[in-house]
């Protein structure tokens, strides 16, 4: 009788390499958590490639855009007269030695 390639118990059919039914269904499992990530991954992959294309086509400047002459800024003259009335007073919240 054919032993399993990786276990060495006896194999039970021969429908795949030759394997027992335990090795056998690990290899079937392994290989649909395989396909699923595989295809996570390829779904993963066309998401990002299609925000690069977002991004890229979003990012092309246009070098030779005109740019409109900013709207002049109101001006003027102000006319402003100081007063002095005293030194202020220290806010007391930090440096107060005398206190
Ligand atoms: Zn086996």
Known sequence: ?????????PAA???F?????????RELHKDVVLKKK???LTAENERLKER?????????????AR????????S???RVKLRYV???KPSGEEGDDDA
């Not at 690069?52 to 030779?64: K, P, Q, R, T, Y």
């Not at 740019?67 to 109101?74: D, L, Q, S, V």
């Open 1 to 9: 009788m054919d032993t399993c390639g990786k276990c060495n118990k």
């Open 13 to 15: 059919s021969t429908s």
């Open 17 to 25: 390499t030759m394997l027992c039914i335990g090795c056998y269904e």
């Open 38 to 40: 595989n295809a996570a």
């Open 52 to 64: 690069v294309a977002e991004l890229e086509s979003e990012d092309i400047l246009d070098w030779e």
């Open 67 to 74: 740019i409109k002459t900013a709207p002049p800024r109101p």
């Open 76 to 78: 003027g003259k102000l």
């Open 86 to 88: 005293g030194r202020s």
